[in-house]
């Protein structure tokens, strides 16, 4: 069973920049997805960036050219860059990883891990 914790959140203006982090307890040699979600108040949990089986990345069309999804195996971490932030960018960001095929991949209920969660608020 893989724990997941987020950090690397808080207060940024618009236009700044955040870099999430998130620490795996468990090899991610037994992972082969891995995930960036949020959820804004009122708001359901939406898919921000993935990394699928095979290595390939996709974001949501609204953090396009904006946010960088990427891995790191020697320090088990998952982490999301995130710059020209938005006030619209204001949610809870979390994690998730698995072992799980492409399809499960596009459903929420599909990731076999979920971190706590860490609050990002883009605000003058």
């Known amino acids: 069973q893989a724990q997941l914790k987020e950090s690397g959140g808080g207060l940024v203006q618009p236009g700044g920049s955040l870099r999430l982090s998130c620490a795996v307890s468990?090899?991610?040699?037994?992972?082969?997805?891995m995930a960036w979600y949020r959820q804004a108040p009122g708001k359901q949990r939406e898919l921000v960036a993935r990394i699928i089986s095979g290595g390939s990345t996709d974001y949501a069309d609204s953090v396009k050219g904006r946010f960088t999804i990427s891995s790191d195996n020697d320090k088990s971490t998952i982490d999301l860059q995130m710059s020209s932030l938005k006030p619209d960018d204001t949610a809870i960001y979390y994690c998730?990883?698995?072992?799980?095929?492409?399809?499960?991949?596009?459903?929420?209920?599909?990731?076999?891990?979920w971190g706590q969660g860490t609050q990002v608020t883009v605000s003058s």
């Open positions: 468990i090899s991610m040699h037994s992972l082969n997805s």
């Open positions: 998730a990883a698995g072992r799980i095929t492409t399809r499960q991949a596009t459903d929420v209920k599909g990731w076999n891990y």
